[in-house]
């Protein structure tokens, strides 16, 4: 079921309010004007499931809109009775995920608009030297691609389920690139931190919590982390000791949870840290943005220099054939 993270999430808060409000879930579906906003293959594969007996988990799990990780965390709510606070920390790991990828489509805008405008500006050349037609046969690539990369972003990648290859292998590969792999990490961490401190606030046990975080970080190195991490914690190892032995950390996040967990704050310290963590990934958006503008200006700089030495060039071979004529003389 092709669903965008921002109807999940509403629908997620909608059963949130409900929960809250003391409706059952079941009655809650059977509303329809309650539930008009939540798109409707969702709200039928759910209240059919449901009326058949089965649990919301077990009823997501057939709409295929939820990862199997958000549903053992679904699952960990109704088994112990916590199902909106659940509900809730899925809702905001959602929100926090389509954050992240809007920040890092925010900082990309830039770049890509430099490189569809020197895809056009290299080519203008032809205009003169063959015809306007043979431009556009060139300049029009470079927009193009510009664009269909950005239809993806907006309007297909939303749509996917977070476990689809279309997602996690680009994911994958951005966390290799220089500069803008250390943005995309810092921000996972940050999700992390962010998503932990709200799921403890919410009374979710600390396995769940735990796990929550995990997933919705989106890291890979994360999520291959989460068996031994809930291993740890079942052993008596504290969150400290939990983010040390992963080793992606920076130390500043390790002393500040370190911190919380002796005052008993855990759930105020985390937040914090996760802002100072989104704070070093839009320094490095920016330091990637400072080194596209200034390659592209050198790009173009090199151009306006090249047609310069050309047209002088051109000007003096002009002379020199105008002056071998008057004289009599064939140019070399």
Same mark, same amino acid.
């Given at each position: ?13 909608? *059963? ?18 309650? $539930?008009?906003?939540? /798109? ?14 089965? &649990?919301?988990? $077990? ?49 990309? #805008? ?5 490189? #569809? ?9 032809? =205009?003169? &030297? ?12 470079? /927009? ?20 689809? /290859? ?65 291993? *740890? =914690? ?5 969150? $400290? ?27 105020? $310290? ?13 320094? #490095? ?27 002088? &060039? ?19």
């Amino acid at each position: 079921m092709a669903l965008t993270d921002s109807q999940l999430e509403a629908a997620l808060r909608a *059963m949130v309010e409900a929960i809250q409000a003391g409706i059952g879930i079941e009655t809650w579906l059977q509303n329809d004007a309650a $539930t008009m906003a939540m /798109p409707e293959p969702l709200r039928e594969a759910l209240r059919a499931s449901i009326q058949a007996g089965g &649990t919301l988990t $077990t009823a997501f799990a057939r709409t295929g809109a939820l990862g199997d990780a958000e549903l053992a965390l679904l699952r960990a709510g109704e088994k112990r009775g916590n199902l909106d606070a659940a509900l809730l920390a899925l809702a905001d790991a959602i929100a926090q995920r389509r954050k992240d990828r809007h920040d890092v489509l925010k900082g990309l #805008a830039y770049p890509a608009f430099l490189l #569809a405008a020197v895809g056009c500006i290299l080519p203008l050349p032809r =205009i003169f &030297t063959d015809s306007l037609l043979s431009y556009l046969a060139v300049a029009v690539w470079s /927009p193009a691609l510009v664009l269909a990369g950005a239809l993806f972003a907006l309007v297909v990648v939303p749509r996917l389920k977070a476990t689809s /290859p279309l997602r996690t292998l680009p994911a994958r590969a951005a966390l290799r690139l220089p500069i803008l792999g250390r943005a995309f990490e810092r921000g996972h961490h940050a999700t992390f931190l962010d998503v932990l401190g709200r799921s403890i606030a919410a009374g979710l046990s600390f396995p769940d919590a735990l796990r929550s975080a995990l997933v919705a970080s989106g890291n890979p190195g994360l999520l291959a982390f989460e068996g031994a991490s809930l291993r *740890m =914690i079942e052993d008596g190892s504290n969150l $400290t000791q939990v983010i040390q032995k992963a080793g992606v950390f920076h130390p500043e996040v390790i002393a500040a949870v370190a911190q919380g967990e002796l005052t008993g704050k855990l759930d105020e $310290t985390l937040p914090r840290a996760a802002a100072r963590e989104r704070a070093v990934q839009r320094r #490095a958006i920016v330091t990637l943005l400072v080194i596209v503008i200034a390659l592209v200006a050198l790009v173009v700089l090199a151009i306006i220099v090249q047609g310069l030495i050309s047209g002088v &060039t051109g000007y003096f071979d002009l002379i020199d054939s105008q002056i071998g004529r008057e004289g009599g003389i064939a140019p070399p």
